[in-house]
């Protein structure tokens, strides 16, 4: 991993440093004495900070106040039936405080900041980073302020402002957002909670990885499939599978796919064409992954080389769809960045890349609560008098 500054993990002998010098230079590596002890047995509780002897908190209580972590892994008998995929898994984080996996980073940026006594915290999104921020701020008695691009989600939008969020558009768009919010946080004191930037937010994402080894009966699975947006999604899950190989209690890590959008494909492009990343204007209405020049793109890469995987690239259509079918099959409510890499499994399925009797795992990683326009339901609704001769010509 990239590092100026070297942080120790649980059981080292040097103290955590103030957080916030970590997020601002964004240079800090996360060390560990990996060992099979450092893996936790027995029944699934605790969420995500049954993971802490490999996350970045010393000893003591649990301060955030939010339950996080311990999402479900869900082995939808239709879905299966409907791709003939016999071992599809969802990972559905979805279920977090605010509907997406960005709630993991939140909690444990902002534990660290509650124990080292930061009031402000901040971070630039494209909408969900944000208002888990908003959120996961308000619930633990701080300050956040976000910076989002000016045609952020209007559902997402509200989220932040109920919470109490100092909210500023940025014009220019979430790449300017991104650079403007990391200037403001250097300059104010503030927490930068960035994506990408701030180390403890891929600690945080890689502990999905553990959860689904666990949930598998601590098996591996063959594939892996997670949309890229700035990128820590993926390479956080992949650093989770590799994590549990260095501790000695798995021998390999599955294939990871990485999923982007047909409008905005700046990590496929670097792969397929072997070249230097090139920021692109974004042209998706998957806001989550609207990322033209990806933060973490280039560990993206280099996991998806390392592990076998592949990124693909697909058209809005091709997550609208999927948003219903996961809808109609699995009964999992996404918006379409959230249902990217399940779009993404059936594309790569058949392309041959993902053989059926494989173990595969999607993740969903955004709730469609909060992106109501984007659900196309397949039937009309009637209005019907209270009476049963209606009722029956209605469902005819
Ligand atoms: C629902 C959803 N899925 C995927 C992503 C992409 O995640 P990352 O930026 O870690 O690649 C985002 C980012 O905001 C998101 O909101």
Not at 36 to 57: H, S
Not at 156 to 169: P, S, W
Request: glycine residues 10%.
């Amino acid at each position: 991993m990239i590092g100026a500054s070297i942080c120790r993990g649980t059981g080292a002998t040097e103290p955590w440093p103030n957080p916030d010098q970590e997020a601002t230079q964004g240079q800090v590596e996360f060390l560990y004495a990996y060992a099979p002890e450092r893996i936790p047995g027995g029944p699934l509780t605790g969420g995500m900070w049954r993971y802490r002897e490999l996350l970045p908190i010393a000893d003591g209580e649990i301060l955030y106040p939010m339950p996080i972590g311990g999402t479900p892994l869900l082995a939808p008998p239709a879905l299966r039936r409907e791709t003939g995929l016999a071992h599809l898994y969802l990972k559905d984080e979805t279920r977090g405080p605010t509907g997406s996996n960005k709630d993991r980073a939140t909690a444990l940026v902002l534990e660290r900041a509650l124990r080292s006594g930061i009031k402000t915290v901040s971070c630039a999104s494209t909408g969900n980073v944000a208002t888990s921020l908003a959120v996961g701020a308000a619930a633990a008695g701080l300050q956040a302020v976000v910076f989002v691009p000016e045609e952020v989600n209007p559902a997402k939008l509200r989220l932040m402002l109920l919470a109490g969020a100092r909210v500023l558009k940025v014009r220019e768009g979430y790449a300017a957002a991104f650079r403007i919010s990391r200037e403001a946080a250097k300059a104010f004191g503030w927490l930068d909670r960035n994506t990408g930037v701030n180390p403890a937010t891929l600690e945080a994402k890689k502990t999905v990885a553990f959860e689904i080894w666990e949930q598998l009966g601590r098996r591996m699975p063959d594939v892996v499939v997670a949309p890229i947006g700035d990128g820590p999604t993926l390479s956080a899950l992949a650093k989770g599978f590799r994590e549990l190989v260095l501790c000695g209690v798995a021998s390999r890590v599955p294939r990871i796919i990485g999923v982007q959008a047909e409008g905005c494909q700046p990590v496929k492009r670097i792969l397929d064409e072997d070249s230097p990343l090139e920021p692109i204007v974004p042209d998706t209405l998957a806001d989550g992954i609207a990322v033209g020049a990806p933060v973490s793109a280039s560990m993206v890469v280099r996991e998806v080389r390392e592990s076998g995987g592949s990124v693909l690239a697909l058209p809005d259509e091709a997550f609208l769809e999927a948003i219903g079918v996961l809808a109609q099959r699995a009964g999992v409510l996404a918006e379409p960045a959230g249902a990217a890499a399940f779009a993404g499994l059936l594309r790569a399925t058949s392309l041959g890349l993902v053989a059926r009797e494989e173990t595969v795992v999607a993740l969903v990683t955004g709730t469609g609560l909060k992106t109501p326009d984007f659900l196309r339901p397949v039937l009309g609704a009637h209005t019907i008098g209270a009476d049963l001769s209606e009722v029956e010509q209605a469902l005819r």
